[in-house]
T-cell receptor
């Protein structure tokens, strides 16, 4: 089955700097890679996702890149702000077009210092 | 923006008691999920539900767990006889298309279950 590894587990940056979080997956049939942001006491919120037919997707200060050959994908946050502080989870579905569940990484706690 | 609604936000129960966690998925969604998150750990899949039946379940989802869609709007998770290790945040999620086809889903804000 799918296995998702996420690094780093914690990340501290100065406001205005960039932050990069990386994930690897094991199932080459996986075709969809979302990133979720979880603030304290709340449910995970989808912030950006990418499908396997593209290599990069951008939404304002957030971008995701996908390398299917190497089976890894990354979240890039530019010009970080204190409100970006949260736990970020990457995920990948069980591959093969099933109704499958999402397998989550262990999360990265991002702290943005003013 | 449409939301997945979960109630209660916090439930405290005695070990061995039954609990029912409730969710109202987004109205036009067809796929429903329960996940749990033990404090400080990753989000773990419990079960997915489609067309009035379980489509997948994890090894966590043993005989003590059951799900039901009793009417057109609610989706419930029942734990028959709670154990201390069931203490966690339980998240409901829904989607209008299967994740295997490249689509994500929306999570609710969770129910914090504390078993004492």
């Amino acid at each position: 089955g799918e296995n998702v590894e996420q690094h780093p587990s914690t990340l501290s940056v100065q406001e205005g700097d960039s932050a990069v979080i990386k994930c690897t997956y094991s199932d080459s049939a996986s075709n969809y890679f979302p990133w979720y942001k979880q603030e304290l006491g709340k449910g995970p919120q989808l912030i950006i996702d990418i499908r396997s037919n593209v290599g990069e997707k951008k939404d304002q200060r957030i971008a995701v890149t996908l390398n299917k050959t190497a089976k890894h994908f990354s979240l890039h946050i530019t010009e970080t702000q204190p409100e970006d502080s949260a736990v970020y989870f990457c995920a990948a579905p069980k591959g093969g077009g099933s109704q499958g569940n999402l397998i989550f990484g262990k999360g990265t706690k991002l702290s943005v210092k003013p | 923006e449409p939301e997945v609604t979960q109630t209660p936000s916090h439930q405290v129960t005695q070990m061995g008691q039954e609990v029912i966690l409730r969710c109202v998925p987004i109205s036009n969604h067809l796929y429903f999920y329960w996940y749990r998150q033990i404090l400080g750990q990753k989000v773990e899949f419990l079960v997915s539900f489609y067309n009035n039946e379980i489509s997948e379940k994890s090894e966590i989802f043993d005989d003590q767990f059951s799900v039901e869609r009793p009417d057109g709007s609610n989706f419930t998770l029942k734990i028959r006889s709670t154990k201390l290790e069931d203490s966690a945040m339980y998240f409901c999620a829904s989607s209008d298309r299967p994740t295997g086809d490249g689509y994500g889903y929306t999570f609710g804000s969770g129910t914090r279950l504390t078993v004492v």
